[in-house]
């Protein structure tokens, strides 16, 4: 976290787009290049991404934020405040229990924490904003399917690293922010925790439960555990067919297109072609997605 845009700018690249997404009212931590590759070259501590051509750095968006890096005058490694695999702490005495060993200090305040939201991470690709974790800024803004695109209400549950859940209704996704990987029990209570207070929030009753077709994640047991309980169908969409169609979404393509998947497994990159289309309904089953080619190759930096 930078105290200003010039502070930025004198460590890093920044185009005048880039400039835009770190200055904008989401205030994601941004994707830049380092203006140097020679560590010596630069303020920042050379064990900060070590041997990464890129930083990813943020502006103050928050008040205490502004206090706090107007005195200091110097970026600061900003991270959040959770053991690794687990959600973040939205409680103080949760965070003095888990975190004692680790912070050497804490600042509190009374007001309490409804939801623990990461910070969302974006870059500029090809002159376009892509947002790599959507987070704090973009979730739950609706993601527009298009009329037709949905029949009923839907809840899909995710995958088990990196998950989000989603809520369909009326031609619209509400996605969450990310939740992380499903590791661990708190990881697991953060993410019913999440689908209860969307439930709340949107006054939500689904009629369809969609899941990753891996029968072992998490999430997949949650929605057939939904599913049976609440008498609703279930549909399991092949993993890679949920990447295709993800990018779908996000781009607002429809019809039917050639879809290139790219997953890493341990230390093996994952290729899968095929044809997708985008359709959400009880009927769905992209279990046998039809592929013209898989592919793999070592990949050992892929994660």
Same mark, same amino acid.
């Given at each position: ?39 010596? !070259?630069?303020?920042?501590?050379? =064990?900060? /991404? ?43 005495? @949760?965070?003095?229990?888990? !975190? ?20 969302? @991470? /974006? ?66 209570? /953060? ?37 049976? @309980?609440?008498? !609703?169908? !279930? ?41 997708? +289309? ?7 089953? =992209? +279990? ?12 050992? =930096?892929?994660?």
């Amino acid at each position: 976290m930078f105290p200003s845009l010039a502070d930025i700018e004198a460590e890093c690249v920044v185009s005048e787009a880039e400039a835009r997404l770190l200055e904008a009212p989401e205030a994601p931590i941004v994707l830049l290049r380092r203006d140097s590759d020679d560590p010596s !070259l630069s303020a920042i501590a050379p =064990s900060v /991404a070590p041997g990464n051509p890129y930083l990813g750095v943020m502006l103050p968006y928050t008040p205490l934020h502004h206090l706090l890096l107007d005195e200091l005058g110097f970026p600061v490694v900003a991270t959040s405040g959770n053991r690794s695999e687990e959600p973040i702490c939205t409680d103080e005495h @949760v965070a003095l229990e888990q !975190l004692g060993g680790i912070a050497d200090l804490f600042l509190v305040h009374d007001r309490p924490i409804r939801y623990h939201v990461d910070d969302s @991470v /974006a870059c500029i690709v090809c002159g376009r904003e892509q947002i790599l974790r959507r987070a704090r800024g973009y979730a739950p803004l609706p993601l527009h399917l298009g009329d037709g695109q949905t029949t009923g209400s839907v809840l899909a549950v995710g995958a088990h690293q990196k998950n989000t859940i989603a809520m369909l209704q009326h031609g619209e996704a509400f996605v969450s922010q990310h939740i992380g990987d499903l590791e661990t029990a708190p990881a697991f209570a /953060a993410f019913v925790h999440v689908i209860d207070e969307f439930s709340d929030i949107y006054a939500f009753k689904p009629s369809v439960a969609v899941c990753d077709a891996h029968p072992d994640y998490l999430s997949t047991s949650y929605a057939e555990a939904t599913a049976r @309980v609440k008498g !609703l169908p !279930l549909a399991a969409v092949q993993h890679h067919y949920a990447h295709v169609l993800a990018c779908m979404a996000d781009n607002d393509v429809h019809g039917r297109v050639l879809g290139v998947a790219w997953d890493a497994q341990a230390t093996v990159l994952m290729a899968q072609f095929g044809v997708a +289309s985008f359709c959400v309904s009880p009927r769905m089953d =992209s +279990s046998g997605w039809p592929t013209c080619a898989r592919s793999a190759c070592p990949a050992a =930096s892929a994660r």
